[in-house]
């Protein structure tokens, strides 16, 4: 296979535009902006898996995850080439359910802390919303070639929302539950 990147600077973004496919658009576009949403959430999951995650699954599920979400900056570049599919949402959906299984029902909202694992995985979920928003507004200026990459960034949210609780158990400490009427 031939080299990708063989120079990693072109220069030709200086002017603040950059190309995808054969247009030049503004690097300050919806769809540049979530690109780099999507970019900035993959990362976001490396540094999860960076915090010496003891769940296998759990690792394995959040580095099939980054590999989708490469593919997702692909499709929105080339929108035209699906690869984001029912198919996915529904795995996600599996995992979702599977991890949830092992989990106590929640009767208040969950802090967003805990061990280092879990509270990266929960930046990452508010980093996947955050993709989600932009994803609706792009789709509401031009309608998304696939609307499974909505229903992708809603179900990715809602695991590693329930990753992160996974995650805070490796440690056996207590979710810490929000106190809607704490004593002042």
């Not at 010496?52 to 997702?72: A, G, R, S, V």
């Amino acid at each position: 296979m031939p080299y990708r990147l063989t120079k990693i600077y072109t220069r030709q973004g200086d002017d603040g535009f950059t190309v995808l496919g054969d247009k030049q658009i503004s690097k300050d576009d919806l769809l540049v902006e979530l690109m780099g949403t999507i970019d900035e959430l993959n990362s976001t999951i490396g540094f999860i898996l960076s915090q010496n995650i003891h769940d296998k699954e759990i690792e394995q599920c959040l580095t099939q995850i980054q590999n989708e979400l490469f593919d997702m900056g692909g499709e929105l570049h080339l929108p035209t080439h699906l690869v984001i599919s029912a198919e996915h949402v529904t795995r996600l959906e599996n995992w979702l359910d599977g991890f949830n299984s092992t989990l106590p029902p929640l009767k208040e909202f969950v802090l967003p802390r805990g061990n280092p694992g879990a509270a990266a995985t929960h930046v990452a979920r508010t980093v996947c919303r955050r993709a989600e928003r932009c994803a609706v507004r792009l789709h509401r200026q031009v309608t998304l070639y696939n609307p499974q990459i909505l229903r992708y960034l809603n179900r990715l949210s809602d695991l590693l929302f329930v990753i992160a609780r996974r995650l805070a158990r490796e440690t056996d400490s207590e979710e810490k539950l929000w106190e809607h009427e704490r004593k002042k």
